[in-house]
């Protein structure tokens, strides 16, 4: 039983811990893309830490298989969802931030995205 | 003499071994001929089958059937519930969505190796978590530290995938792994946003892509699988 | 338990309360979006959080699927439309 | 009018997930008396099925499955459900929706006539909700438009 709880209570401090580098992600970082990269990745591992920390709190039954239904939709849906809506920034000509020093883009991706 | 006698008995051994060769060679020959021989008849059976039009009433009932028995299958993982009233309901809902929606879920599908598939993907998993949670470190030590010290590119590279799922494998495990992002992929081009120049040349090594590729069974993999093939109908002509 | 489990679904709250600063002021369409899909995940998380104190886990989790389901779609729907429009 | 997506992933995922929404539908929609949602919710989530799809694979694919004229038979059949289990109920005698009279036709006990009645209901309002949330989405995006419509607009 001690050992059930102290697995359930790690993984949801591992969860929160990345939930919270994600949000603190999508605040801080500078642009579009590279905060498409904090929640994108950190939304998914942290909820998969989640679903799994309920999944061992309810034992075994039909409930945690509907969890890990949830979990292998989330791992389909949410990269997919990520890549749909960086390909509409990148379609529409967003540029990406870059540091001052790198070259933006080479000439062939600039025409490929079209120039706002 | 005696040396001789070796001589000539050990040339004796290396003819009879040359021979030897040659018919395992001829043989192996004969048998990738014969076997390449039957597909070609069988392509052209379902050719004349696909022209009268048998072929594809054929496989559109087995594709409303497999996709029957697929979404039952997840009608009891949610319903729970098992008896007579409620499986006949879902029986009959699902046989409504698989007259449907039958050749959505079938779309693309090689036929004949779908277990070894199935047993390389779940191998694939916890090699991807492990990389997952590799990119989660990856990107709360940056945003944790004072100045981030990022510096994002695109990355372009060409890709020897084919199907379809194997390039939402690769994709969706680009954009779950360290610090990239697959932004588009345009005939087989994949545009990705990587967030440092370290991340950038290990997508460029191309090693998930070659995890990839040995799932799905594609590009030079099929080779080594038609050699293997080739030589289990040798052994089995043999016998 | 139940006590951390609350303290647990306080500290998610706060967590939306901050990505609703990036889907209130983010400087383009884009940003709310992303701001507004990651809201969504920890909503579901929030959502079977509420199921496991109520102690009707077998319910809310149905709900929580439909919020992640309609999350996905919803993000997808928006991502085709602003390429279909050519504007951010 | 959408055309077919030239994006391989959102098309893949789409094609694998699109069978399951629909039949996750169809579960909130027949279990709507043990658990949370009902016929509303069902029919919205079988209209984002069929908005996954036209999205992804174009409105060619999805009128194959759900023409406008079929969207219009269907949410007709679905009011007329809600409606006829409704006055079935007022000529057998009792209240509008009162199922437990349809225990007399059904030859069953009332509890179960009102479970089945109020199955019958939440498959009509489904297919209801479900046909005109089409309709609503085919009007969208099969409209004419130009960039400048959206600037004007804007």
């Known amino acids: ?116 | 003499m005696e040396v001789t006698l070796l001589l000539e008995s050990t040339d004796n051994a290396f003819r009879v071994m040359e021979r030897a060769r040659e018919h395992a060679v001829g043989l192996l020959d004969t048998a990738v001929q014969f076997t390449a021989e039957q597909t070609r008849f069988r392509q052209e059976k379902r050719g004349q089958l696909l022209f009268t039009g048998t072929q594809k009433r054929k496989t559109q009932f087995q594709n409303i059937v497999g996709t029957t028995i697929i979404l039952l299958a997840f009608w009891m993982l949610l319903s729970g519930k098992f008896d007579a009233f409620h499986l006949t309901l879902g029986v009959i809902c699902c046989a409504l969505t698989a007259y449907l929606f039958h050749d959505l879920l079938f779309a693309n599908v090689r036929v004949g190796d779908m277990r070894v598939i199935a047993a390389r993907f779940i191998a694939y998993i916890p090699w991807l978590i492990e990389q997952i949670i590799l990119a989660n470190i990856h990107v709360a030590s940056l945003v944790l530290r004072r100045k981030m010290p990022i510096d994002p590119q695109i990355v372009k590279f060409k890709t020897k995938l084919e199907t379809d799922i194997s390039c939402v494998t690769l994709a969706n495990s680009i954009t779950l792994t360290p610090g990239t992002i697959t932004m588009d992929i345009k005939d087989g081009v994949f545009y990705v946003h990587a967030l440092s120049q370290k991340v950038a040349n290990e997508l460029n090594a191309g090693d998930m892509e070659d995890r990839v590729a040995h799932i799905f069974m594609e590009a030079d993999h099929l080779y080594v699988e038609d050699v293997l093939d080739a030589a289990r109908i040798y052994q089995t002509l043999r016998t | ?88 | ?154």
Not at chain 1, 39 to 57: N, P
């Open chain 4, 1 to 154: 009018m959408i055309q077919e997506s030239d994006d391989v992933i959102v098309k893949a995922v789409a094609r694998l997930l699109v069978p399951f929404i629909v039949v996750y539908a169809l579960y909130v929609v027949m279990h709507g008396h043990y658990s949370p949602g009902g016929g509303f919710q069902g029919g919205v989530i079988l209209a984002a099925s069929f908005v996954l799809l036209g999205v992804s694979h174009g409105l060619e694919k999805t009128r194959r499955r759900m023409s406008e004229k079929a969207a219009r038979v269907v949410s007709s059949i679905g009011v007329l459900l809600y409606g006829g289990i409704g006055a079935l109920c007022l000529i057998l005698g009792g209240n509008y929706l009162d199922y437990a009279k349809l225990g007399k036709i059904l030859r069953v006990t009332p509890a179960e006539a009102r479970s089945l009645g109020i199955l019958g209901v939440e498959i009509g309002v489904a297919l209801a909700v479900m046909a005109v949330m089409c309709t609503v989405f085919f009007a969208i995006f099969t409209a004419e438009e130009s960039p400048e419509d959206y600037r004007s607009v804007e």
């Open chain 3, 1 to 88: 338990m139940t006590q951390f489990f609350v303290i647990i679904g306080v500290g998610m709250c706060v967590l939306v309360l901050l990505c609703l600063y990036r889907a209130t002021f983010g400087p383009t369409i884009l940003n709310r979006a992303a701001g507004i899909s990651a809201i969504g995940t920890k909503t579901l998380i929030i959502l079977l959080l509420m199921g496991v104190i109520y102690d009707r886990i077998d319910m809310f989790i149905d709900i929580s699927m439909v919020y992640a389901l309609l999350n996905f779609i919803g993000t997808v729907v928006l991502a085709k439309y602003l390429e279909r429009s050519g504007e951010v």
């Open chain 1, 1 to 116: 039983m001690i050992v059930k709880d102290v697995l359930v209570i790690l993984f949801m401090l591992g969860g929160f811990f990345l939930f919270f580098t994600a949000t603190l992600g999508l605040l801080r970082l500078p642009d579009f893309f590279t905060r498409l990269h904090a929640t994108g990745k950190g939304d998914t591992l942290a909820a998969l830490w989640f679903l799994v920390a309920l999944a061992v709190y309810h034992g075994f039954s039909l409930t945690s298989a509907k969890i890990v239904f949830i979990a292998v939709f989330l791992f389909l849906a949410q990269p997919t969802a990520t890549h749909a809506i960086s390909r509409a920034a990148f379609r529409c000509g967003v540029r990406p931030w870059t540091l001052e020093r790198a070259v933006l883009l080479d000439e062939d991706t600039v025409e490929q995205g079209g120039e706002k």
